[in-house]
């Protein structure tokens, strides 16, 4: 094959090369719009169920506080969550020990990034939204660990309640 036969060949490469590079982007773009989609679409849900499981386990220790069967609440509707950034109060049992604990879980929830010094009522927390699903996902987990095996029955059974439960949140 002579030169010019050669640079041809050449030439039809490089088209056949522009062009699968061009058909490749744009699949690729194609690609990246539909999973950045699905990406909204799981970012979503997953924020729904942290606030599904955040509502119940709340609803979960305050029934058990109260005394009335938690079964009963477990049918939460997130849709009473209609603003974000958002946070359920922190449930109060009674029991100082663990109400602290449950403010302290509820403060770093939050993302409040100075623990109270004050006995006085603290000031409202700002709420930090980056990265709340998971922390607020915790914090559930954190409820549910209180719960788990009758664990917070047991201790409102044993220990002796305070006159008036105070809100640490």
Partial sequence: MDAAGVEKLAARRNKAADAYDRTLARAAAQYRTAL?????ELAA?????????????TAV?????AGTD???????????????????????????????GLAQRWRHAAGASQPRRSRKRPPPVELNPDGLETRLAAYAGSLAELVKDGKLARLMLRAPRQAEPVNHS
């Fill in 61 to 65: 220790v305050a029934a058990i506080a």
């Fill in 36 to 40: 950045d989609a699905q990406a909204e």
């Fill in 45 to 57: 849900l997953y924020r729904q169920e942290c606030v599904r499981y955040a509502l119940t386990a």
């Fill in 70 to 100: 938690p079964v009963v609440v477990l049918d939460v509707d997130v849709a009473q969550v209609s603003e974000w950034p958002w946070l359920p109060e922190a449930p109060v049992t009674g029991l100082t020990e663990i109400d602290a």
